[in-house]
T-cell receptor, first 117, second 110 residues
Framework: DAGVIQSPRHEVTEMGQEVTLRCKPISGHNSLFWYRQTMMRGLELLIYFNNNVPIDDSGMPEDRFSAKMPNASFSTLKIQPSEPRDSAVYFC???????????????FGPGTRLTVT | GIQVEQSPPDLILQEGANSTLRCNFSDSVNNLQWFHQNPWGQLINLFYIPSGTKQNGRLSATTVATERYSLLYISSSQTTDSGVYFCAVPPYNQGGKLIFGQGTELSVKP
């Protein structure tokens, strides 16, 4: 398996521009997670989907952030308009959901390093 | 919410030395994962270990769920072991999202 695939790997943009990050989960996984890593806050969950449905978006910082999962093999995280404080590494992860409300092992993509100037 | 604390925050070792990293968590969990973030930023799965002990080469991990801690052992460390080690736990019945500790930054000197 190719693992979780993310694109682009690096993105540099100017404040105010729209940014779209993309993720392809591992085939067969039904849970998808978006995390953000910063020096100040560490790794934190932004949103996750189960069977393509958003379940918990409490980590999305504000309305400028939105995420979609139109099908089982693709998800996007969009920031519009972008701000310098959005600069971070954004990770996508996927796993199989457990019936008990948990999940099996999560696997992470290589991340997208976003710089907003 | 659940708190995850890792210790020590930083560790410097000479190549060949052994080390133990600790992860404490404040509430019951279904499972626990250990990751290694290498100098290129990739998060590499080390262990998925809800309880008990697992070994993978020079690395092993033990989770004592009833006492809410996990230990990661690195034996005969190598320079390629350098990076940040994270533990992460999913709060019970919250869909599997992971709460990460702040990490232990390990530097192995030749």
């Amino acid at each position: 398996d190719a693992g979780v695939i993310q694109s682009p790997r690096h993105e540099v943009t100017e404040m105010g521009q729209e940014v779209t990050l993309r993720c392809k989960p591992i085939s067969g996984h039904n849970s998808l997670f978006w995390y953000r890593q910063t020096m100040m806050r560490g790794l934190e969950l932004l949103i996750y989907f189960n069977n393509n449905v958003p379940i918990d978006d409490s980590g999305m910082p504000e309305d400028r952030f939105s995420a979609k999962m139109p099908n089982a093999s693709f998800s996007t995280l969009k920031i519009q308009p972008s701000e310098p404080r959005d600069s971070a590494v954004y990770f996508c992860a996927s796993s199989l959901a457990l019936g008990t409300g948990g999940s099996y092992e999560q696997y992470f993509g290589p991340g997208t390093r976003l710089t907003v100037t | 919410g659940i708190q995850v604390e890792q210790s020590p925050p930083d560790l410097i070792l000479q190549e060949g030395a052994n080390s133990t990293l600790r992860c404490n968590f404040s509430d019951s969990v279904n499972n626990l994962q250990w990751f290694h973030q290498n100098p290129w930023g990739q998060l590499i799965n080390l262990f998925y270990i809800p309880s008990g002990t697992k070994q993978n080469g020079r690395l092993s991990a033990t989770t004592v769920a009833t006492e809410r801690y996990s230990l990661l052992y690195i034996s005969s460390s190598q320079t390629t072991d350098s990076g940040v080690y994270f533990c992460a736990v999913p709060p019970y019945n919250q869909g599997g999202k992971l709460i990460f500790g702040q990490g232990t930054e390990l530097s192995v000197k030749p």
